[in-house]
């Protein structure tokens, strides 16, 4: 999603790809520059979210459902409701978020997040950034498997309470290339 853009003056606010009543509801004008206007895309995700629920997809339908908003069997796709996952184990059913729940980033590196979750019952947590592997995720120190979430996201399953969660970037290829590198070093000396 698309947080801000920004338009020329004199291009009509219809020339973007939404119908002028998506356009009028979605996007806010937040400042008027000399020569364009900013606007702020009000139904933006944040970086992390919880759902009660998730519907195990195939790929294919997943993508379709991202692009359309509707699920295979009609309904909308609310990733604020629901996320979509290929792997069954990751399925969920629970009951509705309470307003007690929630999900803060505590802190951002280019290898690790840290979050602080709470949940009345069990929870999805979503986080926007993309599945790729040599990610892992712990909740409160405990090893926990992270699947692939609205086609491109991750996601990990939360039991009920307050918790931290924390995201690592440790791709085995690089532990490798280390050990390889370190035993050339000692293969070079002798």
């Known amino acids: 999603h698309i947080k801000y853009i920004s338009l020329v003056n004199g291009i009509e606010e219809t020339s973007l790809p939404l119908t002028p009543i998506e356009f009028s509801t979605k996007w806010l004008k937040t400042e008027h ?8 895309n009000q139904d933006v995700l ?36 629901v996320a979509l996952v290929e792997d069954r184990d990751a399925t969920l059913q629970s009951s509705a978020l309470q307003p007690t729940d929630y999900a803060n980033v505590l802190s951002i ?22 599945f790729y592997p040599g990610w892992k995720a712990k909740i409160d120190d405990q090893s926990t498997r992270i699947f692939q979430t609205n086609y491109i996201q991750r996601g990990v399953k939360l039991p009920p309470g307050r918790h931290i969660v924390r995201f690592e970037f ?9 050990g390889i590198t370190v035993a050339s070093c000692f293969a070079c000396m002798y």
């Not at 919880?50 to 195990?56: N, Q, S």
């Open 170 to 178: 440790d791709p085995f290829s690089f532990r490798l290339g280390f």
């Open 109 to 130: 590196t280019e290898t690790q997040v840290e979050l602080e979750t709470q949940t009345a019952a069990p929870a999805f947590l979503v986080l926007s950034d993309v």
């Open 33 to 40: 520059l000399e020569s364009s206007f900013i606007y702020e």
């Open 46 to 81: 944040p970086r992390t979210w919880l759902v009660p629920e998730t519907i195990a997809l195939q790929a294919e339908e997943i993508l379709a459902a991202v692009h359309t908003s509707q699920l295979p069997d009609g309904q909308v796709f609310d990733p604020k409701v």
